[in-house]
């Protein structure tokens, strides 16, 4: 199982920016579909982005398609989620998570591994 640190949350005033860091410890990212969600309070935990390792393929949620970039850095072992104008509805802990394979999913359930979470909190 891979151990995953997430950094990087913190308080921005709306239009804004923050970029979270997803730091893999145990093993690689190779084999695996890295995922990005969110909860905020009194919600379910949601989708935000995901990227597959193999291929690089990315997916995003309406919500935060064209603002939200998840990326990778191989050599670091690290996952990124750069947040561009951002909203106050885009307020949550953000949790950095790991599946076993290629396939993308988009419940939480389906992934293995989780992160600590690092707040987000966007004041309007």
């Known amino acids: 199982q891979v151990q995953l640190v997430e950094s990087g949350g913190g308080l921005v005033q709306a239009g804004g920016s923050l970029r979270l860091s997803c730091a893999a410890s145990?093993?690689?990212?190779?084999?695996?579909?890295m995922g990005w969600f969110r909860q905020a309070p009194g919600k379910e935990r949601e989708f935000v982005a995901a990227?597959?390792?193999?291929?690089?393929?990315?997916y995003y949620a309406d919500s935060v398609k064209g603002r939200f970039t998840i990326s990778r850095d191989n050599a670091k072992n690290t996952v990124y989620l750069q947040m561009n104008s951002l909203k106050p509805e885009d307020t949550a802990v953000y949790y950095c998570?790991?599946?076993?394979?290629?396939?993308?999913?988009?419940?939480?359930?389906?992934?293995?591994?989780w992160g600590q979470g690092t707040q987000v909190t966007v004041s309007s």
């Open positions: 990227n597959r390792w193999s291929t690089g393929s990315t």
């Open positions: 145990g093993r690689t990212f190779s084999g695996y579909v």
């Open positions: 998570a790991a599946r076993v394979g290629n396939v993308v999913r988009y419940e939480a359930l389906e992934y293995d591994s």
